[in-house]
């Protein structure tokens, strides 16, 4: 008994990566707001899941993914994507950041360098650190990476990868242009890299155009496509995709994690698929689009108003506003003055792998209702008049 009231004492109760304290609004929090959440969905197709006779799921899953599941999830891609997708291209992950792990296990030693943007997704970098890989930066403007300065860096350097978020950008909102894309393209098949391209945003675009995923082009066979329903559906499933080439889906399928666990989140993947069949995640879908937009126009209407002292390129998807401050003001001192009127940002540095970006922030307006976005720009405001 007593060693379990010690242990008791001692653990932690927190059940959320990321904890929001009472009175706070967290402006450059990243995450969907749990009210959002379609729990009604995810529970009737859990209990369609046991109601079943055939308790596959409960098993160690095939390597690909469940070949069912994936039939499934092409369907919904293909009524969003360009071209259509074929269930051999697709490979069930654990979400993005657990794929970009394997994918280092597969393809890089320690000391090999990668590519990434300036700036990039913060956490990213983690990764590759743990991998021990040499991360190299390059630049990127409001049409996405600057083709040119990747060229100059492939003069010097030999990447394994590049790791790029071409649609919606976290933290830029950026999307790569078409022209760029295609030369990105061809450039990595003239120099033998990997693109890797986060594109977990592809689907929240809220404006008329949409460019192609790169997964229309993964026969080139150096691209891989990571999507993730943790944007769309709900992040605690840990669970999206990959498209990309057989070669390379041969590979992840045949690594030393694979072989010894079996394919990722089987049990997830069958509540999901019938949240797909159902149609719920096509319905769902289009709540969040129409949620977002409206709190996109929001947060552009805010800062107009409030902040005119800022810039920025107002996105046509995705999470986030890229804000840049005035020279004058360095961000980090900045959310420390922020915290103390009960409003956060994220500022720049973090997302920068050279310690530059001093005067940007980024704010997002997935996580809070109008109201709730309002009284954070507020507080936002008074932080920047009373410095």
């Known amino acids: 008994m007593t060693v379990h009231m010690g242990y008791k004492m001692h653990m932690s109760f927190q059940t959320v990566q990321t904890l929001i304290q009472p009175d706070m609004i967290d402006l450059g929090l990243g995450d969907p707001n749990p009210a959002l959440f379609p729990v009604e969905a995810l529970a009737h197709a859990a209990q369609e899941c046991f109601k079943q006779r055939d308790t596959s799921f409960l098993q160690y899953g095939a390597e690909q993914g469940n070949g069912y599941f994936r039939l499934s999830l092409t369907r919904f891609l293909s009524r969003n994507y360009r071209p259509p997708i074929e269930p051999e291209s697709i490979f069930i992950t654990a979400g993005v950041s657990s794929t970009l792990d394997l994918l280092c296990t597969c393809y890089t030693q320690a000391g090999d360098t990668i590519f990434v943007e300036e700036p990039t997704y913060f956490l990213a970098p983690k990764i590759f650190a743990d991998h021990r890989l040499n991360v190299i930066s390059i630049p990127t403007d409001e049409n996405g990476l600057i083709i040119e300065a990747l060229k100059e860096k492939l003069a010097k350097y030999k990447p394994k990868f590049l790791y790029t978020i071409p649609i919606h950008h976290n933290p830029s909102g950026a999307t790569l242009t078409e022209a760029r894309r295609a030369q990105l393209i061809e450039i990595a098949r003239q120099y033998n890299f990997l693109i890797l391209a986060d594109e977990v945003y592809q689907l929240l675009s809220y404006g008329d155009r949409v460019p192609q995923s790169f997964a229309a082009h993964i026969d080139t066979g150096n691209i891989v496509s990571l999507g993730s329903f943790s944007k769309i559906l709900a992040p605690g499933l840990r669970l999206g995709w990959v498209q990309t080439s057989p070669q390379i889906i041969q590979r992840l399928v045949t690594s030393g994690l694979l072989d010894s666990g079996g394919g990722m989140n089987p049990f997830t993947s069958a509540i999901v698929r019938r949240v797909i069949d159902s149609g719920d995640l096509d319905?769902?879908?289009?709540?969040?689009?129409?949620?977002?937009?409206?709190?996109?126009?929001?947060?552009?209407?805010?800062?107009?108003?409030?902040?005119?002292?800022?810039?920025?390129?107002?996105?046509?998807?995705?999470?986030?506003?890229?804000?840049?401050?005035?020279?004058?003001?360095?961000?980090?001192?900045?959310r420390k003055r922020a915290k103390t009127l009960q409003v956060d940002v994220r500022p720049g540095t973090l997302f920068s792998c050279e310690g530059g970006l001093q005067n940007f922030i980024r704010l997002s307006f997935a996580y809070y209702d109008e109201e709730h976005m309002e009284q954070g720009i507020l507080r936002l405001k008074e932080c920047l008049e009373t410095r």
């Open 283 to 334: 319905t769902h879908l289009q709540k969040l689009i129409g949620t977002y937009r409206q709190r996109l126009v929001k947060m552009d209407a805010l800062l107009r108003k409030h902040l005119p002292a800022v810039t920025y390129t107002v996105p046509q998807g995705g999470y986030f506003f890229w804000v840049r401050l005035p020279v004058s003001i360095n961000a980090i001192e900045l």
